[in-house]
Each structure stands twice: as structure tokens, then as C-alpha cells.
């Protein structure tokens, strides 16, 4: 079973059983994500059985650049990044830290090279977050893990399986939630509005995602109902989302984060789960 070869931020991987309920039934044709980050829905509810064609967006270039670049010839991204995973876990501290520094300032050429750069940054750097400054640049520094699974053939092998056949853009979120119509179910997973002022981590491209764009994408997820998609909604618990949303009812689930460094401060955060489509009408 392939499980997504990218940590992110808020993946949605213990999400997954409840959103699988909640498709349980429909009649979908094609399954379309808006914001893709690290796949774990898409990977998710392909293993329980959602099977259909695919469109996975983001306005990330860098990341949806790595995901093409596993479908099409994991094994080229596998022969990059094995050197350096191998490199990587062979080196004392100072070495490790080093080769961090030195692969961040990189720029390869290739699609696989530059899939195989994201991947081993992805599980180096700092509690494997993805943040880029102005520029578009990766600024995470070093991480401290001890074993970091780096290379994961197998799994890069099944991801590339599981994402064959899909259609990858680099988009706008209301551009891909245009297409969509009766048949389409659409996972949409934003950058959260923040719950508090020192919560205010939305940079997963150089441009950050504000209450303009909440205001957007609620315009877009009504859209998708006037044309019969289904869908579903994370975003965070927060008062103005509720009313953002008003005349949806919201799941209201746990989730844990793991952004913070110290395990005793990750606890369970309440966020909100809508669903809605021709069910919700009928």
C-alpha cells in the first residue's frame, strides 16, 4: 500500500476513515483535490477503494514537479536520492548538518534530481516542514532525526503505481474547482485560517493564503454544489469559518499537529469537516 513519500504539514491521514464514510455510496467518477500537499487523502482512500480517475492540483511548482516526476520514472528519482540518503546516514552530526546546507543551496538539473533534493530535504530539515521564503526558496533548517527513512524504494514504487493515470497541474484552486460537476467528488484542504495570532503558518508557496483567499475558496465551494459535485472541506475550527460556511454543518474532529519540536505540545486541535453535494440536498 503506498502512503505518501512527502511529510506535510497537517496531512490527513487519520482523516481518511471518516471522509471514506462519507463517500461511501456515491456514485463517483472522478476524484479531484485541489490542494494536494503530501497525497495522504488521495493515497488514503485509494486504498479503500476509490479507484477512479484523478486530478491533484497545487499551486506549489516545486512539489507538483516531484510528484510527476515519481509517476513517470521513480526509478531515476530513486537513483538520485539514494546517494544521498546513503551520504546522509553515514556522516557524524557537523557531516549530516553539512550536507543539509549543501543539497538546500542546490539547484539540479533534471525533474528527477529536483524530486530527489525536495524528498531528502523533506526528511532532513526540521520537523519535516515545507516553508519557502519570498523568493520561493526552501528555508527549513537542519533537522535532528537519528534514522530518517530517506529512501523508501518500495514506497516510491507504489506511489508512482497509485499515481499513474493521474492528471497533475500546477494551479489555482478555483481554476481546478471550475471543472468540476455531477459525478466529481472534491477533497479540499487549505491552509487553515489561523486559530490565533502566533498561528500563522501558511507559506507552503512564496505567496501566503489570507482571509481574501478563505473568502475564494468558500465562493468556489458553493460553486461546486450549484453544478451537483460532492465534496468535503477541512479547515480549522475557528468562528469565522462557521459563518463563512453558514447553512453547512460541520463535523467537528480531532487532529493532532506535529509542527511543534516538543511531543508534550502537539496535542489534539478541533477542526472543522463539511461535507456537501447532492446528498446534503436530497
Same mark, same amino acid.
Given at each position: 500500500?503506498?502512503?505518501?513519500?512527502?511529510?506535510?504539514?497537517?496531512?490527513?491521514s487519520?482523516?481518511?476513515?471518516?471522509?471514506?464514510?462519507?463517500?461511501?455510496?456515491?456514485?463517483?467518477?472522478?476524484?479531484?483535490?485541489?490542494?494536494?500537499?503530501?497525497?495522504?487523502?488521495?493515497?488514503?482512500?485509494?486504498?479503500?477503494?476509490?479507484?477512479?480517475?484523478?486530478?491533484?492540483?497545487?499551486?506549489?511548482?516545486?512539489?507538483?514537479?516531484?510528484? *510527476?516526476?515519481?509517476? &513517470? =520514472?521513480?526509478?531515476?528519482?530513486?537513483? +538520485?536520492? $539514494?546517494? %544521498? !540518503?546513503?551520504?546522509?546516514?553515514?556522516?557524524?552530526?557537523?557531516?549530516?548538518?553539512?550536507?543539509?546546507?549543501?543539497?538546500?543551496?542546490?539547484?539540479?538539473?533534471?525533474?528527477?534530481?529536483?524530486?530527489?533534493?525536495?524528498?531528502?530535504?523533506?526528511?532532513t530539515?526540521?520537523?519535516g516542514?515545507?516553508r519557502v521564503?519570498?523568493?520561493?526558496?526552501?528555508?527549513?533548517?537542519?533537522?535532528?532525526?537519528?534514522?530518517?527513512?530517506?529512501?523508501?524504494?518500495?514506497?516510491?514504487?507504489?506511489?508512482?503505481?497509485?499515481?499513474?493515470?493521474?492528471?497533475?497541474?500546477?494551479?489555482?484552486?478555483?481554476?481546478?474547482?471550475?471543472?468540476?460537476?455531477?459525478?466529481?467528488?472534491?477533497?479540499?484542504?487549505?491552509?487553515?485560517?489561523?486559530?490565533?495570532?502566533?498561528a500563522?503558518?501558511?507559506?507552503?508557496?512564496?505567496? *501566503?493564503?489570507?482571509? &481574501? =483567499?478563505?473568502?475564494?475558496?468558500?465562493? +468556489?465551494? $458553493?460553486? %461546486? !454544489?450549484?453544478?451537483?459535485?460532492?465534496?468535503?472541506?477541512s479547515?480549522s475550527?475557528?468562528?469565522?469559518?462557521?459563518?463563512?460556511?453558514?447553512?453547512?454543518?460541520?463535523?467537528?474532529?480531532?487532529?493532532?499537529?506535529?509542527?511543534?519540536?516538543?511531543?508534550d505540545?502537539?496535542?489534539?486541535?478541533?477542526?472543522?469537516?463539511?461535507?456537501?453535494?447532492?446528498?446534503?440536498?436530497?
Amino acid at each position: 500500500m503506498a502512503t505518501p513519500f512527502l511529510k506535510w504539514a497537517g496531512g490527513k491521514s487519520r482523516l481518511v476513515p471518516t471522509v471514506a464514510e462519507g463517500v461511501a455510496g456515491l456514485p463517483v467518477e472522478r476524484y479531484i483535490e485541489p490542494f494536494l500537499g503530501g497525497g495522504a487523502m488521495f493515497f488514503g482512500l485509494r486504498a479503500r477503494g476509490l479507484r477512479v480517475p484523478a486530478i491533484l492540483a497545487d499551486a506549489n511548482a516545486e512539489l507538483i514537479a516531484a510528484f *510527476a516526476a515519481v509517476r &513517470d =520514472d521513480p526509478e531515476a528519482v530513486i537513483s +538520485a536520492l $539514494r546517494p %544521498l !540518503a546513503e551520504a546522509y546516514l553515514a556522516a557524524g552530526r557537523e557531516e549530516r548538518r553539512e550536507l543539509y546546507y549543501r543539497v538546500r543551496a542546490s539547484e539540479p538539473e533534471g525533474r528527477a534530481a529536483r524530486a530527489a533534493r525536495l524528498i531528502f530535504l523533506n526528511r532532513t530539515c526540521y520537523n519535516g516542514l515545507y516553508r519557502v521564503n519570498r523568493q520561493g526558496r526552501f528555508n527549513v533548517p537542519h533537522g535532528r532525526y537519528v534514522r530518517p527513512l530517506i529512501c523508501d524504494e518500495a514506497n516510491l514504487r507504489a506511489c508512482a503505481e497509485e499515481l499513474a493515470g493521474a492528471e497533475l497541474r500546477c494551479a489555482d484552486f478555483a481554476e481546478v474547482c471550475a471543472e468540476a460537476g455531477p459525478g466529481d467528488f472534491v477533497y479540499l484542504d487549505p491552509p487553515y485560517h489561523p486559530l490565533s495570532t502566533t498561528a500563522r503558518f501558511t507559506a507552503y508557496t512564496d505567496r *501566503a493564503f489570507g482571509w &481574501d =483567499d478563505q473568502v475564494r475558496l468558500a465562493a +468556489a465551494v $458553493r460553486g %461546486l !454544489a450549484a453544478r451537483g459535485a460532492w465534496f468535503a472541506l477541512s479547515n480549522s475550527a475557528h468562528p469565522a469559518i462557521g459563518s463563512l460556511y453558514e447553512g453547512l454543518r460541520p463535523l467537528t474532529v480531532q487532529m493532532s499537529r506535529a509542527i511543534n519540536s516538543r511531543g508534550d505540545r502537539r496535542a489534539p486541535v478541533e477542526e472543522y469537516l463539511f461535507f456537501g453535494g447532492r446528498r446534503e440536498e436530497g
